[in-house]
Nanobody, 124 residues
């Protein structure tokens, strides 16, 4: 059973930056895909970014492209979401997710494991 633990959320002013990290309990992710999703109050969970563990292939939601960067550290078993130029509409609970099949997934139903989420609040 894979366990994912997010960290790094908090309160930041618009235009600022935050760095989210997700640590996975299982060390070997050679065939996994890791994604970030977010859910704002009253809204459905939405895709943010994804990275394929095997080749670092990435894909982003249009709303965050150019502002967010997803990366991973194989040795540490972590995936990071660097968020810059944050906007109030980025306010949400951010979730890390892992998919056992290593494709570029953007739907939450394609992911097998989820973290507990970390709150990101961007003030205007």
């Amino acid at each position: 059973q894979v366990q994912l633990v997010e960290s790094g959320g908090g309160l930041v002013q618009a235009g600022g930056s935050l760095r989210l990290s997700c640590h996975a309990s299982e060390g070997t992710f050679s065939s996994y895909t890791m994604g970030w999703f977010r859910q704002a109050p009253g809204k459905e969970r939405e895709f943010v970014a994804v990275i394929r563990w095997s080749d670092d292939n990435t894909y982003y939601a249009n709303s965050v492209k150019g502002r967010f960067t997803i990366s991973r550290d194989k040795a540490k078993g972590t995936v990071t979401l660097q968020m810059s130029s944050l906007k109030p509409e980025d306010t949400a609970v951010y979730y890390c997710a892992a998919a056992q099949v290593g494709r570029i997934w953007t739907r939450d139903v394609d992911y097998d494991y989820w973290g507990q989420g970390t709150q990101v609040t961007v003030s205007s």
